[in-house]
Each structure stands twice: as C-alpha cells, then as structure tokens.
DNA sequence: GCCGGCCACAACGATCGGTTGGGCGTCCTT
DNA sequence: AAGGACGCCCAACCGATCGTTGTGGCCGGC
C-alpha cells in the first residue's frame, strides 16, 4: 500500500472531488483517479460512488477513512521523527527494560502528546552518548561520568533520581523467604553481576559497595543476556544478584524468582542525565522535573562516592 | 512511502539481517537492500549499519522503529474495517455529531480495545439501513422503524436508550435565562425545526408532540447545515429548535447559545438499535448494555406512541 | 590464508505511476 | 430540447521503480 494513496484517499473524502484534490496535489485529475483504484483494487473494496458532481464515500469507505488519517499520522510522526531539522526529543537510555527507560515511560504515559523517541546506544562507553549528544544525534543521555572533569564543558550532568536495589533470588537461596534484608545480611553470599565492563561506573559502583559492606560482588563472566542470568537464579541455591527496583524484568511465572528490598541503609544506584549546556531541548526540563518528583530515598540511604544526592 | 518496505524494515530490524528477512518474506536479499535503501533515501538518513553478520539499527533506525510500527499496525487495522470475512464491528448512526455517536465514542473510549467504526448511510429512510443490515454492509443501525410491522423478520429492534429534548436559543430570546422549562411555557413559542422529511420517524414525533402539548413545531423549510440553524438561533429573539441532551453542538462561542433541559413532563426522544436476528455481531451486546445503563427516564417522562419506554 | 556468510552494485525485464488525449454521463442553462 | 460545463473513466505512451540474476567486497572463523 502507497502511504500517498492513502494520503490521496484522505483528501479527496474530505474536497468530495478527485478533480479538486489533484489541483491540490498539483497533479491531474487522472492521477488521483488511478490511485483511488489502485487502493480500491488492493482492498478489494469500492471505496467511492463516482457522481456526475464528484465523489461519495462508500460504507466501506467511511469505514477505512479513521484508519487512513492514523496511517497518514503515524507516517508524519515517523518522518518527523528522523528529520534533522524538525526532530523530536530522542534521550538514550541504558535499555528498553531499565528503570530509566520504565519511568520515562511513565512519563510519556502521563504526557502523551510529546514526542519522545526512546532509543540506546549500544555502548558501555559514556564517551560515546557524550560524543552522540554533541554531535545532535540524541538530545540526551541517560548516562553517569564519575569523574566531573571529564565531561566536556559544552555538555552538562544533572542529577534526577536514585533507584534503590532490591535483591534478586530464586526460591532455594537461603534468604528467598525474607521479606526485606540489610547489607549485612548479604555478606558471605554470593552477588554476582555478569557483564560489567572493567573501570566502568557500575564496575567502580559494585567496587564501593562490596568495601562498604564487605560483600562478595562478583561482576567476572560474560553476559549471556538477562534470559540467562534469570535461569541461573532460579535454579541456583547460593547466588543472587542486584537490580534496580524499576527495572522491568520479564520472566516466565514458573520461575518463581523474589525481589527483596534492601534497607538499613537503603542501598541506591544514583541515574544522571546528560544534556547539552547551551539550548537543552525544550521537553527536557518537564522530564528532570518528571524524575525528581518521584519518591526521594530516607537519609540514611548508601550512595556511593560520586553522587550528589537527593534527600528530602 | 510504501507500507511494504515499512512492514520490511520492521522485519529486518527484528531479525537484525537482511537474508533472514528475504527468506522469511519469500523474496531476494538484494529486493531486502533495495527495499532499505529507497526509505533511507526517501527520508534521508541511514535506518541500519552494515556489519558483516547482519545490520543493527541506527539511532535513527531507532528512533524510527516504534512509528514504523504503528504505521504497519495502522495499515492492518486499516484493511480489516473493510475485509469482508474480518470486519470490524461497524455501527450506522444519524451523523457523527448525534447523542447516539456522541455516547458510542464515550463506550469505545472506555474499550478502546473495540474494533469499532462508525458510518452513516446519508438516507433519511430507515428502508435504507435495513437493506444495508441485510445485505452484511453494517452491523447494526441507530434507527426507528415507527411501524413494528414494517421490520423484516430477520432483523430485530431493540429500544437502548431516550434522551431527553433540550430548547436550544440565542440570547434574546424571550426564554433565554430560564433554568428549565415546561412543555406548556413552550407554548405560542416558535419551535424551528428544519430538514424533517415527511412522513419520517421525526415528523411523526413533532406531530404528536405538537399534538400533545399544543405546541408550534414548525418543521418546513430546507436544512441548510447545523451552522446555518445556529446562525438563526443567535440572532431571532423568537425561534428556538429542540436538541437531544446528548447531540453535540459546536458553535463559536460568540453565539452565545443557551440549552435549557424541559422537565415536567421531561420529553423524551426514543433511540432504537436495529440489528440482524440471527447471529449478531458479538460487540453489540455490551454496547446495548452500555446504552441501556445509562441514566435512565423519570416515570413521568413524555414518549411517543411508538416507544417502548425504559424507565427504573 | 582460505572459506563462508552477508551486503552492495550492475544489468535486465516486468510492472507501476505519471501524462496526454478522448469519450461518456449528468446537470444546468438557454 | 440542445448545448456547454464539469467530473469521471479508459487507452496509449513513457520514464521510474521493483523485482530478478550475477558479481564483487568485506569481515569473522577455522
């Protein structure tokens, strides 16, 4: 189907003349009539009544015309979406299903009418959201850089939320039944956070956590995907292992896996955003205000050592 | 933009190749490429990155992704309103801006999940629709046959719902600041109500009502379109016309029009849905039920002769 | 260093989408 | 009732497009 016959089929119901409405696209009444009858041939279905004074929409018309404004909307907004010059808010995130992603969604839920494309890059590397948001590729970057001299002058870091972890735990692990646990709990068991890039931010995170608590993180071994990790966990009895508490984790109901809160003190992954200094897109600022108005975390909560945190 | 080369990159952008792709859709690899590359063209920007094991998704490619979507998600609703053996549930009412389209958009919003489309056969004769139900054009039809006797057998008519008659006038008209009114302060008052075809279920309604409360309805005269009544009413200091409590009316605000419900007797105008017999379609029954939960009538409430009134 | 898998480019035929030209039916005017 | 205006369809033609087959380049694995 040709998304400008479609178009055709739209304007032409609404002037009631194919004549009119080739004037109006600039091309001959022939033209239009062809590509009527291409779209009636490919429905199967006779989409106007031809009168001496112009068209009528059929039943079947009537009908297809609600969907053909959506696919002539659906592909404005997609063209919009990657043209240069007229591109909508487009914020990297580290994934579909992590938190970040899980409350931007929210956000969007809460303010549909913004266009919001959500994309990743599949890079460990902040350098290359920074590298992608200098070069307008993406407005913003849901990314962390530990070290605040690195950032480059033109761009800037703030601070939106914090996600408190919970631990993750099949139904044989020895804490499974525990409805919340404290970071002293977790020692001498197993933590293990597959696919940690060396010196990344959540290897220098996990690194500050296990000092702090004594803890036994152990980020070694490729990352199979999240599908492996979770059968891992659910059959194994002495490991367990992190996760935001938005994070969006799918799993199949047989697996039986718990999230346990982890408190006194409230163990938080802090998520930064990271945008341009100069001319910020315009619907960011609704976003930071989105994340900061969510639940703050108690005083006592751990953050590690590069944070600036939010507290009430 | 072609809705194929749309589905097309959907696929490619799943399957991360474009042979996998070519395989699944029957088609060459090098069709796949081509495919690709007129969108990429067409929109001017790269949607994938060539590696040697496949193609992965550009930022834009990303950003794209979603829309394309929607656009293919769109195109299949788009195709079934009219499929005849997969048709959506499709609905005729009076116009698109009356009570019975008014309340049927308040039941699709609440299930929004229905796939539902809404028609009207522009025929003042309800002859019309049911030889439209009959012959499988529409589902069912918001319209009175006053003469039970006049229905095929094959179709039935079920009573859903009444909406009260509100006087609709311009402000200086002699009953413009009254709260409500009775039937008899609508005496001597010019009742407008124009485009009533002879011997039509609306004739017969303002006949008896006429009839009833001794009242001037005067329906001669073409209907020039709901604006030009409007225009009418803002400026007489003497004709008003009577609306459905449900119709929806837009006007500038600049008419100042008032709406003033008529109680004691309320004045009901009955709304029937006509439907095949055998083997409805299987959405009707909840929007009947939805219709019929609806507030309903005060005991006391004037119906014509026809009406089967529905009443607590 | 070779092989295998995947994608791009080139050439060719079929199909498609546009134009011009001509004809028919309806409505309005004279 | 005849003529003109208008809007539609059909036919013929032409350039662009979409599919095919054939070929070459690139990259990763053995």
């Keep these: ?105 929210d956000y969007w839920r809460s303010h549909p009418e913004t266009a919001l494309d959500v994309v990743t890059l599949k890079a460990a590397d902040p350098h290359v959201a920074v590298a992608a948001i200098r070069a307008g590729d993406v407005d913003a970057s849901f990314r962390t850089v530990t070290d605040p001299a690195a950032l480059p002058r033109d761009l800037d870091m703030v601070h939106v939320i914090d996600f408190p972890l919970e631990l993750l735990v099949g139904p044989r692990h020895p804490l499974a039944s525990a409805r919340t646990l404290t970071p002293s709990q977790l020692r001498r068991h197993r933590i293990w956070v597959p696919g940690i890039a060396p010196k990344s931010e959540w290897a ?32 194994s009895a002495d490991v367990a292992t992190l996760v935001g508490s938005r994070d969006r984790l799918v799993w199949p109901t047989s697996y039986d896996l718990r999230r346990i809160p982890v408190v006194n003190p409230t163990i938080a992954y802090p998520q930064s955003l990271i945008l341009p200094r100069s001319n910020p897109h315009p619907g960011l600022r609704a976003i930071i205000d989105y994340f900061r108005s969510l639940a703050t975390l108690p005083e006592t909560a751990w953050l590690p050592s590069w944070a600036t945190p939010r507290r009430r």
């Excluded at 009537?62 to 007229?86: C, K, N, W, Y």
Aim: aromatic residues 6%.
């Design 1 to 105: 189907m040709d998304t400008e016959a479609v178009r055709t089929f739209v304007l032409a119901a609404e002037v009631g003349q194919f004549q009119h409405a080739a004037d109006e696209l600039g091309v001959t009444q022939q033209a239009i009539s062809k590509r009527i009858a291409a779209l009636e041939r490919e429905l199967e279905v006779r989409l106007f009544t031809r009168t001496a004074r112009g068209v009528e929409l059929t039943i079947d018309g009537q009908a297809f015309l609600p969907h053909a404004r959506s696919i002539v909307a659906g592909v404005e907004r997609a063209i919009t979406a990657v043209r240069p010059d007229s591109r909508a808010l487009r914020i990297d995130v580290l994934g579909f299903r992590s938190g970040q992603a899980v409350v931007l969604h």
């Design 204 to 235: 220098d995170f996990y690194d500050q956590l296990a000092t702090a608590f004594d803890l036994r993180v152990d980020g070694a071994g490729p990352n199979f995907g999240v599908e492996a990790l979770l059968d891992t966990l659910a059959e």
